[in-house]
């Protein structure tokens, strides 16, 4: 079949806008074959665009050479039809498809491409169809409607967002990709450079510095749909490369960062999927959070809170949980599941092993029956100390405890975890249903194993000053920073600035920054300080988390066009690959062998 180019043709429609108003309409429609039923004098092909489908029907009586062709059509081939929009009949309505009572009867026919076997049809179910070979074959895979509605409210929801920032006195600035490495966390991506033998850049982890610079600048409020790269392992929902709404702004304080970002928010899934959010939202001390739910993250669409049963366990007479609370830094902890001893040996078992990937040594339970406690370690307790730890966690017949007892970050790790694991479970946690939360007053620092301490957001961060001069110890500090959390994922974070090269200064000593690293590293961003830096306050929203939220999706490699595998390698393009070794000669590189 001779292939012919469009020539004078002009599409008149989308597929999917056409309905009984069009009815006696002449239009030209293009798009894909979906799928092509022969019914002997008459045939009926769904064609697909972007927006969805429609119904044309080639017969002789419409037109004899369009119908002798249309015999040819399969499966994805590209045409472009001309014909009349005409009502179907009433047994004939397909209540499926938008444009299931219209159907164009086709006068003209050009094939504008053909197709060969495809690894998959795209019509089949995504679960039939292995991520690989989707991955693999990811141009094919976007044709298909489910990634083609992912992709489209992806952009919608950047231009909701682009809007409401507009109208809010943000300027959008572009701030560059190719920088120098700092120290934010994560190992850089390095882009060595031909001009500077020995030199390299590196692909910014945020664009937190520049922004800093352009609050310095005067510009008052910035704000980007910024690519972000970070070098690390890809475990579950992760990419080397990522986007954020990345803002900035000066003179303000968190709540007015705080009321803006929600309206942002609420503005997006109102526009997107026609949902209220409650405002204002809730807002949670970071000490509140770990205590009750073991996590900064909380998911707030069911209970399990946990209790503290540390000064209660001191003297108990099991020595699991004696240990813990009387050890420096030790914590004991519970967690009441309503009905829960129902739970079987095994689904306890089951549970203890989920616990130990959280570093927890076990996991002890008591099942409270009409009898009391049901339990390997009811023996330790006396009966006064039964009935206070009911009476803390409110547990009745029927309900299940969950302790656990360790240092306190591993406590906290292992319960906020199996905290999700059980109302998984359960299925406690309402589909479709959005609770967001602030998390506030995080510390400025964190432990780290080896007795150090790091950023718990970033070495720009303001310590609540108070702190800064009366703590006991660095971890004691607390940072003016907050956290947007919806169903127990961080969506973003951010933090009142450090504005004052002195209190920059503190900060990196305390972080054991040398005033000559300082230098190397932050000198631009110390000069900028010294030259009548406005306060200012910063967040930063990940855009594909939020987009996993507005289409349902469970990876981050629905929302994402052309993601990266989770050996961060792009099935499709094959990248990294390797590359000529005249490119490595011209920036001073050579490859070392490495070992087997």
Same mark, same amino acid.
């Given at each position: 079949?001779?292939?012919?180019?469009?020539?004078?043709?002009?599409?008149?429609?989308?597929?999917?806008?056409?309905?009984?108003?069009?009815?006696?309409?002449?239009?030209?429609?293009?798009?894909?074959?979906?799928?092509?039923?022969?019914?002997?004098?008459?045939?009926?092909?769904?064609?697909?665009?972007?927006?969805?489908?429609?119904?044309?029907?080639?017969?002789?009586?419409?037109?004899?050479? /369009?119908?002798?062709?249309?015999?040819?059509?399969?499966?994805?081939?590209?045409?472009?039809?001309?014909?009349?929009?005409?009502?179907?009949?009433?047994?004939?309505?397909?209540?499926?498809?938008?444009?299931?009572?219209?159907?164009?009867? *086709?006068?003209?026919?050009? &094939?504008?491409?053909?197709?060969?076997?495809?690894?998959?049809?795209?019509?089949?179910?995504?679960?039939?169809?292995?991520?690989?070979?989707?991955?693999?074959?990811?141009? &094919?895979? &976007?044709?298909?409607?489910?990634?083609?509605?992912?992709?489209?409210?992806?952009?919608?929801?950047?231009?909701?967002?682009?809007?409401?920032?507009?109208?809010?006195?943000?300027?959008?600035?572009?701030?560059?990709?190719?920088?120098?490495?700092?120290?934010? !966390?994560?190992?850089?991506?390095?882009?060595?450079?031909?001009?500077?033998?020995?030199?390299?850049?590196?692909?910014?982890?945020?664009?937190?510095?520049?922004?800093?610079?352009? $609050?310095?600048?005067?510009?008052?409020?910035?704000?980007?749909?910024?690519?972000?790269?970070?070098?690390?392992?890809?475990?579950?929902?992760?990419?080397?490369?990522?986007?954020?709404?990345? &803002?900035?702004?000066?003179?303000?304080?968190?709540?007015?960062? $705080?009321?803006?970002?929600?309206?942002?928010?609420?503005?997006?899934?109102?526009?997107?999927?026609?949902?209220?959010?409650?405002?204002?939202?809730?807002?949670?001390?970071?000490?509140?959070?770990?205590?009750?739910?073991?996590?900064? #993250?909380?998911?707030?669409?069911? !209970?399990?809170?946990?209790?503290?049963?540390?000064?209660? /366990?001191?003297?108990? !007479?099991?020595?699991?949980?004696?240990?813990?609370?009387?050890?420096?830094?030790?914590?004991?902890?519970?967690?009441?599941?309503?009905?829960?001893?129902?739970?079987?040996?095994?689904?306890?078992?089951?549970?203890?092993?989920?616990?130990?990937?959280?570093?927890?040594?076990?996991?002890?339970? *008591?099942?409270?029956?009409?009898?009391?406690?049901?339990?390997?370690?009811?023996?330790?307790?006396?009966?006064?100390?039964?009935?206070?730890?009911?009476?803390?966690?409110?547990?009745?017949?029927?309900?299940?405890?969950?302790?656990?007892?360790?240092?306190?970050?591993?406590?906290?790790?292992?319960?906020?975890?199996?905290?999700?694991?059980?109302?998984?479970?359960?299925?406690?946690?309402?589909?479709?249903?959005?609770?967001?939360?602030?998390?506030?007053?995080?510390?400025?620092?964190?432990?780290?194993?080896?007795?150090?301490?790091?950023?718990?957001?970033?070495?720009?961060?303001?310590?609540?000053?108070?702190?800064?001069?009366?703590? +006991?110890?660095?971890?004691?500090?607390?940072?003016?920073?907050?956290?947007?959390?919806?169903? !127990?994922?961080?969506?973003?974070?951010? /933090?009142?600035?450090?504005?004052?090269?002195?209190?920059?200064?503190?900060?990196?000593?305390?972080?054991?920054?040398?005033?000559?690293?300082?230098?190397?590293?932050?000198?631009?961003?110390?000069?900028?300080?010294?030259?009548?830096?406005?306060?200012?306050?910063?967040?930063?929203?990940?855009?594909?988390?939020?987009? $996993?939220?507005?289409?349902?999706?469970? /990876?981050?490699?629905?929302?994402?066009?052309?993601?990266?595998?989770?050996?961060?390698?792009?099935?499709?393009?094959?990248?990294?690959?390797?590359?000529?070794?005249?490119?490595? +000669?011209?920036?001073?590189? #050579?490859?070392?062998?490495?070992?087997?």
């Amino acid at each position: 079949m001779q292939l012919d180019p469009l020539g004078d043709w002009k599409r008149s429609d989308y597929l999917e806008h056409l309905g009984k108003a069009d009815l006696g309409r002449q239009v030209t429609l293009m798009g894909w074959v979906h799928s092509r039923r022969d019914h002997g004098g008459v045939i009926f092909v769904d064609l697909r665009d972007h927006t969805g489908m429609a119904q044309v029907v080639f017969g002789p009586q419409h037109n004899q050479a /369009s119908f002798e062709r249309a015999q040819e059509l399969r499966s994805e081939y590209v045409v472009a039809i001309k014909g009349e929009v005409v009502a179907r009949s009433t047994d004939q309505v397909n209540l499926k498809m938008k444009t299931g009572e219209i159907e164009v009867f *086709v006068k003209e026919l050009k &094939l504008l491409n053909g197709c060969t076997a495809l690894p998959f049809q795209i019509g089949d179910l995504q679960e039939s169809i292995t991520e690989k070979n989707r991955l693999k074959n990811r141009t &094919l895979d &976007l044709r298909r409607p489910q990634m083609q509605h992912n992709l489209i409210l992806r952009s919608k929801a950047a231009h909701v967002m682009r809007n409401y920032l507009h109208e809010h006195g943000f300027f959008e600035f572009e701030t560059p990709i190719l920088t120098r490495s700092t120290p934010e !966390g994560a190992r850089d991506y390095l882009v060595p450079s031909r001009v500077n033998p020995g030199h390299f850049y590196a692909l910014p982890q945020s664009p937190q510095l520049f922004k800093q610079l352009l $609050m310095v600048a005067g510009y008052d409020r910035y704000y980007q749909i910024a690519k972000c790269f970070r070098d690390e392992d890809l475990r579950g929902n992760r990419q080397p490369e990522f986007t954020q709404i990345d &803002l900035e702004f000066a003179f303000v304080a968190p709540d007015d960062v $705080m009321t803006l970002v929600e309206g942002m928010v609420a503005e997006l899934f109102e526009k997107t999927l026609a949902v209220k959010v409650e405002l204002p939202i809730r807002r949670m001390l970071y000490a509140d959070a770990m205590a009750k739910y073991g996590s900064d #993250a909380p998911d707030l669409r069911y !209970g399990l809170e946990l209790t503290d049963l540390t000064e209660l /366990s001191k003297n108990c !007479g099991f020595q699991v949980f004696s240990q813990a609370a009387q050890s420096e830094g030790g914590l004991v902890k519970v967690m009441c599941v309503p009905g829960g001893a129902d739970f079987s040996r095994k689904d306890l078992d089951d549970l203890t092993e989920f616990v130990k990937i959280y570093r927890a040594k076990g996991l002890a339970w *008591v099942k409270l029956t009409p009898e009391g406690w049901q339990s390997p370690i009811t023996k330790f307790f006396n009966p006064e100390e039964i009935a206070e730890i009911n009476q803390r966690t409110g547990a009745k017949v029927g309900d299940l405890l969950l302790f656990g007892a360790d240092k306190k970050q591993v406590v906290n790790d292992a319960l906020g975890n199996l905290r999700k694991e059980v109302a998984r479970r359960r299925k406690l946690a309402e589909d479709g249903r959005f609770v967001f939360c602030w998390v506030t007053d995080f510390p400025l620092f964190e432990a780290t194993e080896d007795g150090g301490f790091h950023s718990c957001h970033h070495p720009f961060t303001m310590p609540v000053m108070e702190d800064m001069e009366t703590a +006991k110890h660095p971890t004691d500090i607390r940072s003016i920073a907050y956290d947007l959390v919806l169903n !127990g994922v961080e969506l973003g974070g951010g /933090s009142i600035r450090i504005h004052r090269p002195d209190i920059q200064k503190r900060v990196f000593q305390m972080l054991k920054i040398t005033d000559e690293e300082a230098r190397e590293k932050f000198g631009f961003l110390l000069d900028a300080l010294d030259q009548g830096a406005p306060p200012h306050a910063g967040l930063a929203l990940g855009f594909d988390r939020l987009m $996993m939220f507005l289409t349902g999706a469970e /990876s981050i490699r629905e929302v994402i066009a052309f993601p990266k595998t989770q050996q961060a390698s792009c099935l499709l393009t094959e990248a990294p690959g390797k590359v000529d070794p005249a490119q490595l +000669k011209e920036l001073n590189l #050579a490859l070392r062998k490495t070992q087997s």
